[in-house]
C-alpha cells in the first residue's frame, strides 16, 4: 500500500457505487483495495456491509433529489413531471446496477419513505407534481403508478439492450411517448 488515503464516508460510497456501476461485487476488502486501504479502515464509517449498501441506495436518492432540483427549476405541472421524468430516466440509466438494487432495497423495506429523509423528499416532490395534475387522490394515485411504470420500465428496457429501433433514438422515443401520456392525461383521468 502506498501512502494512506484521507478516507470519508462520501469517498467510500462513491467508490462503492463506482464498483457496482462496473458490475463488480462490493465488499470491504474490494473496497479496501481499490481506496488503497485495510478494509478495517472502512469501519469507522460503515459498521457492516449491509449499512454501506443502504447508504449507496441513499446516494442514489439524493442524486435524484439534487438533479431534479435543476432540471425543475422554474417549472410546475406536466413539464415539471416531463422533467422530473428526463432526470429519473438519465440517471437511472447511467447508474442501473445502482438503481435496481436501490428499488430492491425499497421493496424490502431497507430504505423507507418514512424513515430516510432523501426518500420523503423525493416522495414530497413527486406528490405535489401530483397534486397539479389530477384532482383527487385516487387519480394522484394511478397517475404516479403509471409514470413510475414507465420510467421504471424505460430504464429497465434500454439497460437491458431491448430497445433497438432504427426509427428514434432511444430518448427521442421515450420524450415522445411521455409526452403522449402527459397529453392523454385529463381524459384517462376522467375515465374510470
Not at 442524486?63 to 421524468?85: T, Y
Not at 423507507?112 to 395534475?133: G, P, Q, T
Amino acid at each position: 500500500m502506498s501512502k494512506p488515503r484521507k478516507l470519508s464516508q462520501q469517498l467510500i460510497i462513491e467508490a462503492a457505487v463506482n464498483s457496482l456501476n462496473r458490475g463488480e461485487t462490493v465488499t470491504f476488502s474490494s473496497l479496501a483495495r481499490q481506496l488503497d486501504c485495510h478494509s478495517q479502515a472502512l469501519y469507522p464509517y460503515f459498521k457492516t456491509q449491509r449499512e454501506l449498501i443502504r447508504q449507496v441506495a441513499l446516494w442514489f436518492i439524493d442524486q435524484l433529489n439534487q438533479e431534479s432540483d435543476k432540471a425543475m427549476a422554474g417549472l410546475s405541472g406536466k413539464a415539471a413531471v416531463r422533467a422530473l421524468a428526463l432526470t429519473v430516466r438519465t440517471i437511472g440509466l447511467a447508474n442501473y446496477p445502482v438503481f435496481t438494487m436501490t428499488m430492491r432495497l425499497s421493496s424490502e423495506g431497507t430504505i423507507s419513505y418514512d424513515r430516510d429523509s432523501a426518500m420523503a423528499v423525493f416522495r414530497e416532490r413527486v406528490r405535489a407534481l401530483l397534486i397539479e395534475l389530477a384532482a383527487d387522490e385516487p387519480q394522484r394515485v394511478l397517475l404516479n403508478r403509471l409514470i413510475r411504470d414507465y420510467v421504471v420500465g424505460e430504464i429497465v428496457n434500454v439497460a437491458s439492450g431491448w430497445f433497438q429501433n432504427k426509427t428514434f433514438s432511444q430518448l427521442d422515443s421515450f420524450t415522445k411517448n411521455l409526452n403522449l401520456l402527459l397529453e392523454e392525461l385529463p381524459e384517462a383521468l376522467r375515465a374510470k
